[in-house]
């Protein structure tokens, strides 16, 4: 994008979940590009300060089992960036065990689709007015998901309790990840936002380490640190998206996985199961 042949504008682009693993490498690739301000948000304050002062960029702090901090987070970057080009939403993880946070809400549910959701609603409108660009983290694992029309309506409450399956529940938010950019599309893609939806594979990080079924062993054993993606690796369709021009390098509301279009779960092209799930989402975090 430019405002002449002579003066490139360069890109604002936001990574969160960026003090490790993919996120950590998309904002160093990012930044080696040259032509984009990268900016880095994550939870952990030594690791996230540590990647920003690497690579010379800004590193916001926020919780997203916290959506005060999510909330805090977008005040901030409103302040500070009067032009947000591209937010990546990367921030997420697989949680063991059923914890309700200080929200009310089903810890995996909120880290990996509430909050990245509430974030990608309170900076709408700089992205707009850039014509910029949604893309999130999602996965595999939403073949999955156990959500239906019917469920949405509890996900993220204490009716999930007896049934928690870790790995389902991962699944519910990643299939969440992908009706959100399917729902983003068809409410503002005529306004200039485009959105994408990322399976970066099974990568070799911290994600799933505390996870005390077969999917955690695997994620700290040695067979899986040898068949595991690196984080580099991991993170080529995000870098690739996200520097990337929507409409000319990539079509929006897609779901990509090694590089090109990937195949989905029906219920992800369900219209009426992203609507619901919109419409839930924006209750739970009001």
Do not use: C
């Not at 990996?112 to 609603?121: C, E, G, K, N």
């Not at 007896?162 to 529940?169: I, Q």
């Not at 195949?263 to 739970?284: F, K, M, Y």
Request: aromatic residues 6%; glycine residues 10%.
């Amino acid at each position: 994008m430019t405002d002449d042949a002579q003066h490139p504008v360069r890109r604002t682009v936001v990574v969160t979940g960026a003090s490790d693993g993919i996120g950590a490498a998309a904002v160093r690739a990012l930044a080696a590009d040259g032509r984009h301000d990268v900016v880095v948000v994550g939870r952990d304050p030594d690791r996230t300060h540590r990647v920003a002062d690497e690579i010379g960029a800004p590193a916001y702090l926020a919780d997203f089992a916290h959506l005060d901090q999510v909330r805090d987070l977008a005040d901030r970057l409103r302040a500070a960036h009067p032009r947000i080009d591209v937010l990546v939403n990367n921030a997420g993880g697989l949680f063991p065990e059923h914890v309700v946070t200080a929200d009310g809400l089903e810890t995996t549910f909120q880290v990996d689709h509430l909050a990245p959701f509430l974030l990608t609603r309170l900076l709408l409108d700089r992205l707009l007015a850039a014509g910029g660009a949604v893309v999130t983290t999602s996965s595999a694992a939403h073949h999955r998901s156990s959500l239906t029309v019917d469920r949405a309506g509890v996900l993220g409450g204490p009716a999930d309790t007896l049934r928690y399956v870790p790995f389902r529940a991962y699944g519910d938010a990643k299939l969440a990840n992908i009706l959100f950019t399917r729902e983003l599309h068809r409410r503002y893609h005529r306004e200039g936002l485009a959105s994408a939806a990322v399976h970066p594979g099974g990568v070799a990080t911290s994600f799933a380490g505390t996870s005390r079924d077969v999917f955690g062993w695997f994620y700290r054993s040695s067979l899986g640190k040898r068949v595991l993606r690196t984080p580099e690796d991991g993170a080529r369709d995000l870098v690739r998206l996200a520097a990337g021009r929507p409409g000319v390098d990539w079509p929006s509301g897609q779901y990509w996985a090694s590089g090109r279009i990937a195949r989905v779960d029906r219920r992800a092209d369900d219209p009426e199961l992203a609507r619901v799930l919109w419409e839930r989402s924006e209750q739970l975090v009001a």
